[in-house]
């Protein structure tokens, strides 16, 4: 049984001063849940990278899930899936899992001496499905860069729903439609390099997995039961390489997002990148599939759409998608200030739209908001609430200490003043002398409106990450 540490008589530093107005008081220590998870009888990292809302038959529960690094008795690290679910009060749900904790590791496999080695796994994505069970989405990856889209799915409890994969599990290296579904011992000979960042999970139960393999886009299609659906592209798998590239080399792509519209055609934002003359340059990608994987001509008679109207979003880019009327949002760092956000909406035509921010960008400048310096700072997830307000979440600080940051746009990319001001900004202290380095790396709508964010909080000296959830009304 795992040892869980609730971190208590929370001191929350909120820099807005009137922010305590919005804090849900109801949820955890005065709107916040720090909670430390033991491994190996020594505390583990959790790294936080998506929250759900899961509906189960006792009500709504919130999961937060991501990587758990855990320091093994060899004095190795081993990075495992974890999940932590809790009730809408905060506190974690005994019922699920240990103690309201799932971590599971998917294998271990011996390098070429023979040594045994660990896989290091991480949920990139988490979906609730509608039966109360749980999809887990992510990648494990070996030595060597070798990697493979990794799922699991839970049964409403956490334990693993054996009737989906093998055992529960898939580990899908992204080979041939012959290559298998879940191995063990050494990588499959000539595997590459996987990177998850976007699933979702369609209305007929299949299953959309997508993001880099080996420098391109790859969505591949699994059935219900975790099987490559062989229907979709080719194999089950589309792959996707930039051919645009004034680079001998040749470019690498990322993935962002993806979305499946109503007529089962499917949107994909990414970027490409490629060194010109030793300098880095990239632009976005937007493509569009129909919905048996195939390229289509929507955004572009080559099939996708270029952008680069904006060199320093996308330089400094770590959010993009598409809005509910096409339009590109694009979340990243100010290359004039590092701690800066900068938000960028491109209008269907390829233009920057104007009727956002200031000329189709917006600046958030938390060091003016907060009053407290800031040298540096990331966005690190976004979402849109029921209004068509953009709500970003991430972190800022100076030195050696960070703080978790969120802000709420209007539709026209104004901070979103009402109820109270839109940009918070919150150290999660023990005490006033204890110095902690914080992030919001996750953002999701409760089923009341709330917002509630998860992410993480490590305290000086301690080798440590606490997964940290905080509760907001409807506002901040």
Request: aromatic share 10%.
């Given at each position: 049984?795992?040892?869980?540490?609730?971190?208590?008589?929370?001191?929350?530093?909120?820099?807005?001063?009137?922010?305590?107005?919005?804090?849900?008081?109801?949820?955890?220590?005065?709107?916040?849940?720090?909670?430390?998870?033991?491994?190996?009888?020594?505390?583990?990292?959790?790294?936080?990278?998506?929250?759900?809302?899961?509906?189960?038959?006792?009500?709504?529960?919130?999961?937060?899930?991501?990587?758990?690094?855990?320091?093994?008795?060899?004095?190795?690290?081993d990075?495992?899936?974890?999940?932590?679910?809790?009730?809408m009060?905060?506190?974690?749900?005994?019922?699920?899992?240990?103690?309201?904790v799932?971590?599971?590791?998917?294998?271990?496999?011996?390098?070429?001496?023979?040594?045994?080695?660990?896989?290091?796994?991480?949920?990139?994505?988490?979906?609730?499905?509608?039966?109360g069970?749980?999809?887990?989405?992510?990648?494990?990856?070996?030595?060597?860069?070798?990697?493979?889209?990794?799922?699991?799915?839970?049964e409403?409890?956490?334990?693993?729903?054996?009737?989906?994969?093998?055992s529960?599990?898939?580990?899908?290296?992204?080979?041939?439609?012959?290559?298998?579904?879940?191995?063990?011992?050494?990588?499959?000979?000539?595997?590459?390099?996987?990177?998850?960042?976007?699933?979702?999970?369609?209305?007929?139960?299949?299953?959309?997995v997508?993001?880099?393999?080996?420098?391109?886009?790859?969505?591949?299609?699994y059935?219900?039961?975790?099987?490559?659906?062989?229907?979709?592209?080719?194999?089950?798998?589309?792959?996707?390489?930039?051919?645009?590239?004034?680079?001998?080399?040749?470019?690498?792509?990322?993935?962002?997002?993806?979305?499946?519209?109503?007529?089962?055609?499917?949107?994909?934002?990414?970027?490409?990148?490629?060194?010109?003359?030793?300098?880095?340059?990239?632009?976005?990608?937007?493509?569009?599939?129909?919905?048996?994987?195939?390229?289509?001509?929507?955004?572009?008679?080559?099939?996708?759409?270029?952008?680069?109207?904006?060199?320093?979003?996308?330089?400094?880019?770590?959010?993009?998608?598409?809005?509910?009327?096409?339009?590109?949002?694009?979340?990243?760092?100010?290359?004039g200030?590092?701690?800066?956000?900068?938000?960028?909406?491109?209008?269907?035509?390829?233009?920057?739209?104007?009727?956002?921010?200031?000329?189709?960008?917006?600046?958030?400048?938390?060091?003016?908001?907060?009053?407290?310096?800031?040298?540096?700072?990331n966005?690190?997830?976004?979402?849109?609430?029921?209004?068509?307000?953009?709500?970003?979440?991430?972190?800022?600080?100076?030195?050696?200490?960070?703080?978790?940051?969120?802000?709420?746009?209007?539709?026209?990319?104004?901070?979103?003043?009402?109820?109270?001001?839109?940009?918070?900004?919150?150290?999660?202290?023990?005490?006033?002398?204890?110095?902690?380095?914080?992030?919001?790396?996750?953002?999701?709508?409760?089923?009341?409106?709330?917002?509630?964010?998860?992410?993480?909080?490590?305290?000086?000296?301690?080798?440590?990450?606490?997964?940290?959830?905080?509760?907001?009304?409807?506002?901040?």
């Amino acid at each position: 049984m795992r040892a869980v540490h609730f971190i208590q008589n929370l001191v929350l530093l909120f820099l807005i001063p009137f922010l305590a107005a919005c804090v849900d008081s109801n949820f955890g220590d005065n709107g916040m849940a720090l909670t430390e998870v033991d491994a190996y009888g020594q505390p583990a990292r959790l790294y936080a990278r998506d929250a759900v809302v899961q509906y189960t038959a006792e009500g709504a529960k919130l999961v937060t899930a991501g990587r758990s690094l855990e320091h093994l008795p060899t004095n190795l690290y081993d990075g495992n899936f974890y999940m932590l679910r809790y009730e809408m009060n905060g506190q974690l749900d005994s019922t699920f899992g240990d103690s309201g904790v799932v971590t599971t590791n998917f294998a271990t496999y011996q390098d070429s001496f023979g040594s045994p080695r660990w896989t290091n796994e991480s949920i990139q994505r988490v979906k609730a499905l509608d039966d109360g069970r749980l999809l887990a989405v992510g990648t494990v990856t070996a030595v060597g860069m070798s990697g493979a889209v990794g799922m699991i799915r839970y049964e409403e409890d956490g334990t693993i729903d054996t009737s989906f994969g093998l055992s529960g599990m898939i580990m899908d290296p992204l080979g041939d439609a012959n290559s298998p579904l879940y191995f063990e011992g050494p990588f499959p000979e000539g595997n590459r390099y996987v990177d998850v960042s976007a699933a979702e999970v369609m209305d007929d139960g299949k299953i959309l997995v997508a993001g880099q393999v080996s420098g391109d886009l790859f969505v591949a299609r699994y059935h219900a039961n975790g099987y490559r659906d062989h229907s979709f592209a080719t194999g089950g798998l589309f792959e996707f390489a930039f051919e645009g590239s004034n680079d001998p080399n040749g470019s690498f792509e990322d993935l962002f997002s993806l979305e499946v519209r109503q007529s089962g055609q499917i949107d994909l934002v990414g970027r490409t990148g490629s060194y010109v003359s030793g300098s880095y340059h990239g632009q976005m990608l937007v493509l569009r599939l129909t919905a048996d994987g195939e390229l289509t001509q929507q955004y572009g008679p080559e099939g996708y759409f270029v952008w680069n109207g904006d060199q320093e979003v996308i330089d400094q880019l770590r959010v993009a998608f598409l809005d509910a009327e096409s339009r590109l949002l694009l979340i990243g760092r100010d290359s004039g200030n590092d701690a800066d956000f900068r938000i960028v909406r491109v209008a269907p035509d390829g233009n920057l739209d104007p009727s956002f921010g200031t000329n189709g960008v917006a600046r958030i400048d938390f060091e003016s908001l907060t009053g407290y310096i800031a040298t540096h700072g990331n966005p690190l997830d976004a979402t849109l609430d029921a209004q068509g307000r953009l709500i970003i979440v991430g972190f800022s600080g100076a030195g050696t200490e960070k703080y978790a940051v969120g802000v709420r746009l209007t539709e026209a990319g104004q901070i979103d003043q009402s109820p109270h001001n839109g940009a918070l900004a919150i150290f999660a202290k023990k005490s006033a002398s204890d110095s902690r380095n914080d992030a919001a790396r996750a953002v999701e709508i409760g089923p009341s409106q709330q917002i509630f964010v998860s992410g993480s909080s490590e305290s000086a000296g301690r080798n440590a990450e606490s997964s940290m959830v905080m509760s907001f009304l409807n506002g901040w």
